[in-house]
């Protein structure tokens, strides 16, 4: 049974500091794995999407990496602001598994001004 | 881009009532829904696999009396918690797949339902 950890649960920086979240998944047979975010109450708003042959996906201060055989993905936010905070999802897909998406607890960032 | 709507975006029902909450794909077809839960403060979980003209798929330990899905159409699915309890009481969120191109998954805005 597929499983997905995100580390840590929390984390609060200052303004200014770059950060690293860390996801990490049980069954390497992934189709995609995707990061999200997700405000307080709201629904959920996809930040980047990597496919299981890819590496890396790049977008503005967000990047994400891809270790498929270890299980292991990052996101790397440069340069942080207040506006950052939020919940932050990471989730696989499973081949043949129609694109349901298995979902990790979330970190919950705070950006401190 | 693509959007899925939701509604009613939150609402407030007595004990015993039952409820009914819609997945629209506003600009594409959606073959395939989702719907998922998520309790305060911790991740999404998925109920159920919702299919165009047929039966949803239930993951383990949704109870699928209670958590009626119909998908009549390629662009409503609809979620009815039954007999609602107080411990019914989640954000409840779908997600649609657009059956064109790369299969990308759109989620919606979500709804609140609180259950006095």
């Known amino acids: 049974k597929q499983e997905v950890t995100q580390i840590p649960a929390a984390l609060s920086v200052p303004e200014g500091e770059n950060l690293v979240l860390n996801c990490s998944f049980t069954d390497s047979a992934i189709y995609n794995l995707q990061w999200f975010r997700q405000d307080p109450g709201k629904g959920l708003t996809s930040l980047l999407l990597?496919?299981?042959?890819?590496r890396e996906q790049t977008s503005g201060r967000l990047n994400a990496s891809l270790d498929k055989s270890s299980g292991r993905s990052t996101l790397y936010i440069a340069a942080s602001q207040p506006g950052d905070s939020a919940t932050y999802l990471c989730?696989?897909?499973?081949?043949?598994?129609?694109?349901?998406?298995?979902f990790g607890q979330g970190t919950e960032l705070s950006v401190k001004p | 881009g693509a959007v899925v709507s939701q509604h009613p975006s939150w609402v407030i029902c007595k004990s015993g009532t039952s409820v009914k909450i819609e997945c629209r794909s506003l600009d594409f077809q959606a073959t395939t829904m989702f719907w998922y839960r998520q309790f305060p403060k911790q991740s999404l979980m998925l109920m159920a696999t919702s299919n165009e003209g047929s039966k949803a798929t239930y993951e383990q330990g949704v109870e699928k009396d209670k958590f009626l899905i119909n998908h009549a159409s390629l662009t409503l699915s609809t979620l009815t918690v039954t007999s609602a309890h107080p411990e019914d009481s989640s954000f409840y969120i779908c997600?649609?797949?657009?059956?064109?191109?790369?299969?990308?998954?759109?989620f919606g805005e979500g709804s609140w339902l609180t259950v006095v």
């Open positions: 989730a696989v897909s499973i081949y043949n598994q129609g694109g349901k998406l298995i």
């Open positions: 990597i496919q299981s042959s890819q």
């Open positions: 997600s649609a797949r657009d059956g064109a191109g790369i299969n990308t998954i759109y």
